[in-house]
């Protein structure tokens, strides 16, 4: 934006206002107008059973009781991702426990302008968002795959559960899931750009009131 600041002067205050608000509100134009997160990703604080789900709900109900189920075990780190990769206690190798229920909780207090799920299988698996199914993985083969969850998200607690199994019969056992929701949300204006901002729509009043006297 090129301004004539020559004609912003103290003997001529109308434009002097209009040059000051036309250069703040210029300046607030080229703020970026989102940001990006990681809503929430598999780790240890992920909650996992490989046994008895107990009552119904542990894919749909935020406050289900999964105090039985153990912490997950992290098997690596998910290149690419903040995500570990995790299954439940037995382990990555483990011949009883080929198939895990996992549950992840996070709370929003605005809703993103959009929201992406990661996630990746070794082998086969479901994923619900606040007990509404996103994916459904059963090609037989470990794989990553994505899903757009925005409009499932809800203000407040947000569940993310999974079923993951591993077809150790055709491809030995080698089990491994993980998941991660990226975000975007609008920015909300710094305490400096709100005051420019009112500075200039001040100036602007001003030039308009002046030009109808």
Request: glycine share 10%; with cysteine; hydrophobic share 45%.
């Amino acid at each position: 934006m090129k301004l004539n600041f020559a004609r912003c002067t103290f003997a001529h205050s109308m434009k002097t206002m209009g040059c000051v608000a036309a250069l703040f509100l210029g300046l607030l134009g080229v703020a970026p107008s989102s940001s990006a997160t990681v809503l929430t990703a598999t780790d240890a604080s992920w909650k996992v059973t490989a046994g008895d789900l107990g009552p119904s709900g542990w894919n749909g109900n935020a406050i289900f009781n999964d105090s039985g189920w153990a912490s997950a075990t992290e098997l690596s780190p998910w290149p690419g991702y903040v995500a570990k990769v995790i299954w439940s206690g037995g382990g990555q190798f483990s011949q009883s426990e080929t198939q895990i229920w996992a549950r992840g909780i996070f709370n929003l207090s605005a809703l993103p302008l959009s929201a992406v799920l990661n996630n990746g299988f070794d082998d086969d698996g479901d994923i619900y968002v606040n007990g509404n199914l996103v994916v459904s993985d059963h090609n037989g083969f470990a794989n990553n795959s994505f899903a757009d969850i925005t409009s499932h998200l809800v203000i407040g607690d947000n569940l993310i559960a999974f079923t993951a199994i591993d077809n150790y019969l055709q491809w030995g056992y080698n089990h491994g899931a993980a998941v991660q929701v990226d975000a975007t949300f609008a920015q909300v204006p710094e305490p400096m750009s709100l005051a420019l901002l009112g500075l200039g729509l001040a100036g602007l009043a001003f030039v308009r009131r002046r030009a109808k006297i």
